[in-house]
């Protein structure tokens, strides 16, 4: 019997499992489905600052896992971790927070004293900015924040920074400070030596680890939680062992959190009978709201004086924020990732991108299941691109990309201007092996000397005859390209959001405590009621860090 069972050993598990076990007289399990990485064990594509890699292992990934991007398209793989450090252990390593007003929203949309007044202390709480202090910044954080050094920022994202400030989008400090449209250095995540941080290292540090208690089972896949009544006891795991508890909090992920609610018996009565799976209390939220950002890029040939010197280092750089100005969509709403290269092999190293996605999407899916076997991945609908306004500013950044890279002062820094996002036939291109080496290799070198036939030969073999002076000159290809070439950000939320008990699409309330059963959480990215303009890590963060203080604050009252 423990106080505190954490299902699921990712950003928020691990953040949590390192808070609760500081009160020595508390027992706290931590369940991970993944392998254990520690500061000594780290993979090196883990431990890279280049995280190209990391996600295409499919040892750090829930392998059978697949998503259907837009209602035209076919499901296809997700990536999703499957690692102890969850998403922080593969992720692009970006530290940035999202605007004030995301969290203004969430307190009005039930999720009452979520706003950035309070949001901004754990902000403060969970980071060591070793660029920038005051009052929007921690200094005594587990997570080290920084912004790659100019020298070492690739000849190609200069020129874009230039050309876009020409363009009246003017470099600016702090990404991470006041919200304004411009462009900036990212902010990443990384050690001291410049490697890789998640929280599995940085929160759960091996003097964590030695508490003794805290118990980490890594190996171990969830079935349900276990319910006497309405009171949660304790969780079946996929072994068929039971392990016992005072309170459960469910850390799988915005995925995976909804699955294991709805294995338990708690979601659409309706849902719940066509499986057979025993009703313990009807919410409709669980599974619906399901938010990402949606993604296309822009990208070019790079000649060799355009290519980073620095092949190991963070591939994106720099970022630029700016507002569609659509109606209905509020600042700051674009976002576009400046990357040095595009993949990790010989040919994203030749290629520079403007990878755009929706800051402030308003389609919204649903995560339900196949069966109620805990094998068998749960069915993941984004409907991407159902709201009208994400689908005219997905066709905005196309256009905003290439008037970008075709502005007279890019012409020495790339040639052949081309329309790209991370589609199958991408993913499948970057996985490892000695018959994609040679494939890369060859089109690596024809690349390079195919001289004036260079557009035509990516017009053939790269795009496949999507040219991007096409889809600008023509509205419908432009539709009909994004709606099948969307992608996501790896960034799913809102599964299990935060909001009043009236309201039927909420399944917590503000603590994240489960409406309808008792001794029961929910804390990662499924609680956020709409998704934040920002990589969805950090605010996950600041998500698990306020919670714990919650749960440690009740248990101080508790008689």
Not at 206 to 216: M, Y
Not at 294 to 318: G, M, W, Y
Not at 360 to 372: E, Q
Not at 381 to 395: H, V, Y
Request: net charge neutral.
């Amino acid at each position: 019997m423990v106080d505190y069972l954490i299902l699921g050993g990712g950003s928020a598990g691990c953040v949590l499992a390192t808070r609760l076990s500081e009160d020595a007289g508390k027992t706290v399990c931590l369940i991970e489905a993944g392998r254990p990485i520690s500061a000594a064990s780290m993979p090196a594509a883990v431990r890279s600052r280049y995280p190209g890699r990391a996600y295409l292992d499919a040892g750090n990934i829930w392998q059978r896992l697949t998503a259907r991007m837009s209602g035209t398209a076919q499901p296809r793989r997700y990536e999703q971790a499957r690692i102890l450090g969850g998403g922080s252990a593969i992720n692009a390593l970006m530290a940035n927070r999202g605007a004030p007003a995301d969290y203004d929203e969430w307190d009005t949309l039930g999720a009452h004293g979520w706003n950035w007044a309070t949001c901004l202390p754990y902000f403060r709480k969970l980071e060591t900015d070793v660029d920038f202090s005051g009052e929007l910044h921690g200094g005594t954080g587990p997570l080290r924040i920084k912004r790659t050094e100019w020298p070492r920022i690739s000849p190609f994202v200069r020129a874009v920074l230039a050309t876009l400030d020409t363009r009246g989008h003017p470099l600016l400090d702090d990404q991470n400070g006041p919200w304004q449209d411009g462009t900036f250095v990212g902010a990443i995540a990384v050690s001291a030596a410049g490697e890789r941080i998640p929280t599995s290292i940085c929160y759960l540090t091996d003097a964590v680890r030695q508490r003794p208690n805290l118990t980490i089972r890594t190996g171990e896949t969830v079935d349900r939680v276990l319910f006497d009544g309405t009171r949660a006891i304790g969780a079946l795991l996929g072994s068929g062992e039971t392990v016992q508890t005072a309170q459960v909090i469910v850390c799988a992920g915005a995925i995976h959190s909804p699955a294991i609610l709805l294995r338990s018996g708690i979601g659409p009565a309706d849902s719940l009978a066509a499986l057979h799976i025993p009703q313990v209390a009807d919410r409709p939220g669980v599974g619906g709201n399901l938010m990402e950002h949606p993604s296309i890029a822009v990208s070019a040939f790079l000649p060799k004086s355009a290519r980073t010197p620095f092949p190991d280092e963070h591939h994106e750089q720099a970022i630029v924020r700016f507002s569609s100005g659509l109606p209905g969509t509020v600042r700051g709403d674009m976002h576009g990732a400046i990357l040095s290269r595009s993949g990790w092999h010989s040919i994203g190293y030749r290629l520079g991108t403007i990878f755009f996605w929706v800051n402030k999407s308003y389609s919204r899916g649903r995560v339900t299941l196949t069966s109620a076997n805990p094998l068998d991945e749960p069915a993941v609908e984004f409907n991407m691109l159902s709201d009208p306004r994400d689908l005219d500013r997905l066709k905005l950044a196309v256009r905003f990309g290439a008037e970008t890279l075709a502005d007279p002062s890019m012409a020495a820094h790339q040639s052949a201007i081309f329309p790209s996002s991370y589609s199958p036939r991408v993913a499948k291109v970057a996985v490892p092996g000695a018959t994609n080496a040679i494939q890369r290799g060859a089109l690596s070198a024809l690349l390079d000397w195919a001289g004036p036939w260079r557009k035509d030969l990516i017009h053939r073999l790269v795009t496949e005859g999507v040219s991007i002076a096409g889809l600008l000159a023509d509205d419908h290809a432009m539709t009909q390209f994004v709606t099948r070439s969307v992608g996501g950000t790896w960034h799913p939320s809102g599964t299990c959001r935060m909001g009043a008990a009236d309201d039927p699409a909420a399944v917590t309330d503000a603590s994240g405590a489960v409406y309808g059963v008792q001794n029961l959480r929910v804390c990662d990215a499924s609680l956020m009621p709409s998704i934040p303009c920002a990589n969805t890590n950090v605010p996950t963060i600041m998500i698990a860090e306020r919670i714990a203080d919650m749960i440690r604050s009740e248990a101080r009252q508790a008689p």
